[in-house]
């Protein structure tokens, strides 16, 4: 006896990247209480950023320890230990947060203030596939609506609805470096796909990706 089919699946989300804002979380913050109290928590373009700290005084703080805590672009909770700047400069996180929501040092930094903020590299959430289709078949296609952006499509192999073991994300050869709209095909399952955004200028993108069928 055959077992039912099940129908196509489709995703369409288009996105509007948020430019880089070296303040965009806080702005010339002092340490207070343990940490330091943010005025934002997004980006607000639904996407992940690498999260920046600017030193604005001539102490160094890389000896200590900051500690962001907030959500992947997939509402996944993430935390990060990074050290601290060295002087006047910027350091950046591993990671990538589409919510920030505290920021803490583990030694106080005393009457010295930091800009808190994110780049305008960004990543989107993962979109989940079925690994049951048979054969399996994805089109996956970005349409730059506006604007300008170079961007890549990756892959993983991994659960992307936890953090015990971070995402092994990989480059798609054929839709790497791309800076129009594009589209390409998988035939092999991987557990999902996300664009990568190297950067951009007021881009806004349409992301879908359609699935095939399965038994």
């Given at each position: 006896m055959t077992?039912?089919?099940?129908?196509?699946?489709?995703?369409?989300?288009?996105y509007t990247f948020a430019a880089a804002d070296a303040a965009g979380y806080a702005d010339d913050i002092a340490y207070d209480a343990g940490g330091y109290a943010l005025t934002a928590t997004t980006a607000g373009d639904a996407c992940a950023h690498p999260v920046t700290i600017l030193g604005n005084a001539a102490t160094n703080h890389s000896g200590k320890t900051f500690t962001l805590v907030g959500t992947?672009?997939?509402d996944v909770a993430i935390t990060e230990g990074m050290a601290g700047p060295n002087g006047v400069a910027t350091v950046t996180s591993t990671k990538r947060?589409?919510?920030?929501?505290?920021?803490?040092v583990d030694s106080t930094t005393g009457a010295d203030t930091f800009d808190i903020g994110w780049t305008a590299l960004?990543?989107?959430a993962?979109?989940?596939?079925?690994?049951l289709q048979v054969p399996f078949a994805v089109g996956i296609g970005a349409v730059l609506v506006s604007g300008s952006a170079n961007y890549d499509l990756e892959h993983t192999y991994d659960e992307?609805?936890?953090?015990?073991?971070?995402?092994?994300?990989?480059?798609?050869?054929?839709?790497?470096?791309?800076?129009?709209s594009f589209?390409?095909?998988?035939?092999?399952?991987?557990?999902?796909?996300?664009?990568?955004?190297?950067?951009?200028?007021?881009?806004?993108?349409?992301?879908?990706?359609?699935?095939?069928?399965?038994?």
């Open positions: 077992s039912p089919k099940h129908g196509s699946t489709k995703i369409t989300t288009e992947d672009a997939n947060y589409k919510t920030l929501t505290s920021v803490t960004a990543s989107t993962w979109v989940p596939l079925d690994i992307i609805d936890t953090n015990v073991t971070a995402q092994v994300a990989y480059n798609n050869a054929t839709m790497a470096g791309k800076t129009a589209d390409v095909g998988l035939s092999y399952p991987v557990k999902a796909v996300r664009l990568d955004i190297n950067s951009h200028t007021s881009g806004v993108m349409r992301f879908t990706v359609l699935q095939g069928a399965h038994y």
